[in-house]
């Protein structure tokens, strides 16, 4: 059993700035993360991807979060994050935290978290 924790979510007013993380958790001992992304989707609007890290520390943006957001990953708290600076109302969204993994002899497969809600808004 594979659990994706998400936080960091809220309202913030534009300009401002959030921090969103997600924490796999997992009572097997033997596993092996690999592409960690965030991604998104508006109301009306089709899941975009925007951020991924891979293993290794390369990472990929959406063009229009490029500057603005970073994501980031703690492999030994097997966690990725989102840091997201000068937030504007086109940014509001679902949030969803994605892996690629591994667990035991099981292939590797994609999981998803539940998502947290962004709001950016006066």
């Known amino acids: 059993q594979v659990q994706l924790v998400e936080s960091g979510g809220g309202l913030v007013q534009p300009g401002g700035s959030l921090r969103l993380s997600c924490a796999v958790s997992?009572?097997?001992?033997?596993?092996?993360?690999?592409?960690m992304c965030w991604y998104r989707q508006a109301p009306g609007d089709a899941r975009e991807l925007v951020a991924q890290?891979?293993?290794?520390?390369?990472?990929n943006y959406l063009d229009s979060v490029k500057g603005r957001f970073t994501i980031s990953r703690d492999n030994a708290k097997n966690t990725v994050f989102l840091q997201m600076n000068s937030l504007k109302p086109e940014d509001t969204a679902v949030y969803f935290c994605?892996?690629?993994?591994?667990?035991?002899?099981?292939?590797?497969?994609?999981?998803w978290g539940q998502g947290t809600q962004v709001t950016v808004s006066s």
């Open positions: 890290i891979s293993r290794g520390g390369a990472t």
């Open positions: 997992t009572s097997r001992s033997s596993f092996t993360i690999y592409d």
């Open positions: 994605n892996v690629e993994m591994s667990i035991g002899v099981i292939r590797r497969g994609q999981y």
